[in-house]
């Protein structure tokens, strides 16, 4: 990395509750040229950074309903300011259902099928890798993430999902190892390889400019290799960084 140019800045925001923060801000710290910058709830600005993440936890205790507390803190409307503004933001796992909360990604999460905590491996198909988060990725390409969720279970109106199905707005579906299986969770059961009965297999979505992503499972314990959580975490993390690093200019 030339001297001249400054790290890209990734603010990682931290709510009470939030227990997966630091493991985000390695993830980031594993790629050169990376900085990890802490952002407050209540903080009103999100100061200089370049991207955002909103890592996974139980925010608030999950009070209501997960992320429902959250929405209203200070730092989500610097963020709905930053994203408006064209912002990369990334929401994983409570940080998806906070954003949908805020209304900056279409649907919801609720409680899994079955009502049990979820915790295991998954595999993942990526359905459009024209994203700022999955442009390292191929179409197809299988990932294989943790999830650990309770309220992992997407829904949204059949009007939307139309249309998010058109746009390609739907970016990750469950699936098998092999790649198949992905978009038969209909409802009312798990279908597919859904471990939480999501409609249509999501895992995660964009909103309608792409500059705003959610997905339930956590890339951030897949980012190393040599450890039990492999390297398919990286792919995320890549793909945000290098889109966001033609907009860092000289400090």
Not at 24 to 51: I, Q, Y
Not at 106 to 121: D, E, M, S, T
Request: hydrophobic share 40%; charged share 20%; aromatic share 8%.
């Amino acid at each position: 990395m030339s001297a001249a140019v400054r790290p890209v800045r990734v603010g990682v925001c931290v709510f009470p509750g939030i227990n997966t923060d630091h493991d985000t801000a390695h993830a980031v710290s594993t790629f050169e040229g990376a900085e990890p910058v802490w952002l407050w709830h209540k903080d009103k600005s999100v100061g200089n950074v370049d991207a955002i993440i909103i890592p996974g936890g139980f925010s608030y205790g999950d009070y209501l309903r997960c992320g429902a507390i959250a929405r209203f803190s200070p730092i989500m409307a610097a963020i709905a300011d930053f994203a408006a503004d064209g912002g990369l933001v990334m929401g994983i796992c409570n940080g998806f259902q906070i954003l949908t909360e805020a209304h900056l990604l279409p649907g919801a999460l609720i409680r899994n099928i079955g009502l049990k905590f979820v915790c295991r491996y998954v595999d993942l198909r990526v359905e459009n890798a024209g994203t700022p988060f999955t442009h390292t990725a191929e179409p197809g390409d299988v990932l294989r993430v943790v999830v650990k969720h309770n309220e992992g279970n997407y829904r949204v109106d059949p009007d939307t999902l139309a249309a998010m199905r058109d746009n390609g707005q739907v970016v990750l579906r469950y699936c098998a190892p092999d790649g198949t299986e992905a978009g038969k969770a209909t409802g009312g059961t798990i279908g597919g390889s859904s471990p939480n009965g999501s409609l249509d297999d999501i895992a995660g979505v964009c909103n309608a400019d792409f500059n705003v992503f959610g997905l339930m499972p956590h890339p951030e314990n897949s980012v190393e290799a040599g450890l039990a959580g492999g390297t398919d975490g990286r792919v995320f993390f890549r793909s945000l960084l290098e889109s966001v690093r033609d907009r860092v200019v000289a400090s």
